[in-house]
């Protein structure tokens, strides 16, 4: 059974920095795209990162450029996300999301972890 | 304010035909497939139709898809209790690297 599961969340003050993580479990990691999305409370989805199978293709949502910063390990099946320079507007549930085959559809999601961005 | 444009809210009785719409441009859906998520409250959203019009294992066929031009349209037949949710279309954005989202509509089941 194919699971992501998210975990690093929690309150951080503007400025601050946080470091999201995704264990993935059930496939092989190392061959797929994995995304992270957030979603702000009450709010739509947005994209925020991706990561290629081997990390050769990064992208980011123009909204976190150059202060988040996505990788992975994948002999430890995990997906990372390090938020820098947080802002209120950072405040979402983050979850990660596997591509099917990289820029198609997220066709697994993690349950989420919730970051708050406040003073 | 998202990139793809949904209305906010949609509503049907049990048993009734509702659709849903999302519109977008020539750099999302008019070059690229689309795709569903249904979110149920308070989970994790969940793939609901892939490649405009695809079903993923597991989905009943009450769920359906299209797309034409630079608009895609959700339809759900025989509408049920449980499919009160949050829908949200998607679609890859050619110049972001990345896709973009519709800003959800949210299904009422009187």
């Known amino acids: 059974e194919v699971q992501l599961v998210e975990s690093g969340g929690g309150l951080v003050k503007p400025g601050g920095s946080l470091r999201l993580s995704c264990a993935a479990s059930?496939?092989?990691?190392?061959?797929?795209?994995i995304n992270w999305v957030r979603q702000a409370p009450g709010k739509g989805l947005e994209w925020v990162s991706s990561i290629s199978s081997s990390s050769t293709y990064i992208y980011y949502a123009d909204s976190v450029k150059g202060r988040f910063t996505i990788s992975r390990d994948n002999a430890k099946n995990s997906l990372y996300l390090q938020m820098n320079s947080l802002r209120a507007e950072d405040t979402a549930v983050y979850y990660c999301a596997r591509d099917y085959v990289s820029g198609s559809w997220f066709d697994y999601w993690g349950q989420g972890t919730l970051v708050t961005v406040s003073s | 304010q998202s990139v793809l444009t949904q209305p906010p809210s949609a509503s049907g009785t049990p048993g009734q035909r509702v659709t849903i719409s999302c519109s977008g441009s020539?750099?999302?859906?008019?070059?690229?497939?689309v795709n569903w998520y249904q979110q149920l409250p308070g989970t994790a959203p969940k793939l609901l139709i892939y490649?405009?019009?695809q079903r993923p294992s597991g989905v009943p066929d009450r769920f359906s898809g299209s797309k034409s031009g630079t608009s895609a349209s959700l339809a759900i037949s025989g509408l049920q209790s449980e499919d009160e949710a949050d829908y949200y279309c998607a679609a890859w954005h050619d110049s972001l690297n990345g896709p973009v989202f519709g800003g959800g509509t949210k299904l009422t089941v009187l």
């Open positions: 059930g496939f092989t990691f190392s061959t797929y795209s």
């Open positions: 020539s750099s999302n859906i008019g070059s690229n497939t």
């Open positions: 490649s405009n019009n």
